[in-house]
């Protein structure tokens, strides 16, 4: 008769979750914002995102195939929510050989290079979008216009930008900014969206909402204090941090991408601590920078802080006082 009292090594507790699972559910999160950004920009929409997604896909396999030799990953889904996520970095009138480009230094580059997922330190997706950006300055900040007639004196201008030319935020209209009537990145358009993929990452427990509302919030004092310091009319104090949790990337990379799982910190008070970096660098980046939006930087910088986090902001060994 077996002993029931020997037990196997650790870990214990298990789960339905896999790679694969929690992949696709980040997939289906993100589809709200693909459609806002389908209907205000175009079925273009819908061409540069599959090429990105392809082109990641592909670059994955062959680095897998005749360089790494190792198992393929391609089912894992990484690969597609790096190529989704670098698409919604990017402007709907981009050229496709930027798309390609980008993709190559995400996967190649930021991915592979580090052994694959879970081993990259810096989240691809956005090392390939700040590569374009650097790289392609030009075409990464040209944005197809939209009827918004707050932006009328800066056409394709995104908010971010034109309040950095001097628009008053509360000069944009709110719903403009949930909805996603707005020149910008195709992920960063709809608020709403967004919000509606939080939601169900949230109930599918793919994340906690740690630092997705640790980065906003910290975005909004910061914005508050910028404005009390200002010296601004009542309603600016609140208008102004609404408008930077609204505008840019704050939603799209605070939910999807600084929530990364092998570039984040692995215990609650280290994700308290990143998080605040993250919206605090961002506010300085778009307050004080040279560009008009600063979360894909910011993020990448404490991703960089993530293995000291993880090292020095440990929860107490069971018996030790």
């Known amino acids: ?118 081993k990259n330190p810096f989240n691809p997706a956005l090392v390939g979008r700040v590569f374009l950006l650097i790289a392609y300055p030009v075409q990464m900040t040209t944005f197809p216009a939209v009827a918004n007639p707050a932006l009328d004196a800066l056409s394709g201008a995104t908010p971010l930008a034109a309040v950095k030319h001097g628009v008053e935020a ?48 910290t975005m909004a004092l910061f914005a508050f204090c910028v404005a009390l310091a200002r010296g601004g009319e009542a309603s600016l104090l609140w208008q102004f941090p609404l408008f930077h949790l609204l505008a840019g990337g704050a939603l799209l990379g605070s939910i999807f991408m600084a929530t990364d799982y092998a570039t984040s910190p692995m215990t609650v008070k280290g994700a308290v601590i990143y998080a605040v970096g993250i919206g605090a660098i961002t506010m300085c980046i778009r307050l004080w920078g040279a560009y008009p939006e600063g979360m894909s930087f910011a993020i990448l910088i404490m991703n960089s802080v993530t293995p000291l986090l993880n090292k020095y902001v440990k929860p107490k060994r069971f018996g030790v006082k």
């Open 1 to 118: 008769m077996a002993n029931k009292l020997i037990v196997s090594p650790s870990p214990h507790v298990q789960s339905m979750q896999s790679t694969a699972s929690i992949m696709r559910d980040v997939v289906i999160a993100l589809i709200p914002a693909l459609v806002v950004s389908t209907v205000v920009f175009g079925v273009n929409v819908l061409g540069l995102t599959a090429l990105s997604v392809a082109a990641c896909v592909l670059f994955e396999y062959l680095i897998q195939r005749f360089l790494v030799k190792g198992s393929c990953t391609i089912c894992n889904w990484s690969a597609v929510v790096t190529g989704v996520l670098l698409a919604f970095n990017l402007p709907a009138s981009i050229p496709w050989w930027i798309v390609v480009i980008g993709a190559f230094v995400a996967i190649a580059v930021a991915k592979m290079t580090f052994g694959g997922l879970g």
């Open 170 to 217: 509360g000069v944009l209209p709110v719903q403009d900014l949930l909805l996603g009537n707005m020149p910008g990145s195709l992920g960063e358009v709809s608020a709403v969206a967004l919000l509606v993929g939080f939601a169900y990452l949230l109930w599918r427990r793919v994340i906690t909402w740690h630092i997705p509302v640790t980065v906003l919030a």
